[in-house]
């Protein structure tokens, strides 16, 4: 994993993975648990809308707000495609 900084760019695709898909929720008005500039980001959606991303998606329910909102942890790895970035975040677009 140390030769040739490969340890470094697989972090940085997870990183920035993540980063695509909190911009898109930022935009959406959605608000985080806490501000991360990792490959995890906690944020604060719609029980409805986690149960739609459920049926599609793994991430763990991290911290219930409220009856209706609940923050999730999403994790980013160095295998996660641009396909599966653009399909959660084109589920997003069509339910916020």
Do not use: C
């Amino acid at each position: 994993l140390m030769k040739d900084d490969l340890y470094f760019e697989l972090a940085k695709h997870a990183n920035q993975q993540a980063m695509k898909i909190k911009k898109v929720l930022k935009e959406r008005g959605v608000q985080f648990l806490s501000d991360t500039y990792t490959n995890q980001i906690f944020p604060i959606l719609s029980n409805n809308l986690i149960r739609i991303l459920s049926e599609r998606f793994e991430f763990y329910v991290w911290k219930n707000i409220d009856e209706n909102f609940s923050a999730i942890r999403l994790i980013t790895s160095w295998n996660t495609s641009d396909e599966a970035v653009d399909d959660f975040i084109r589920i997003i677009e069509e339910n916020i």
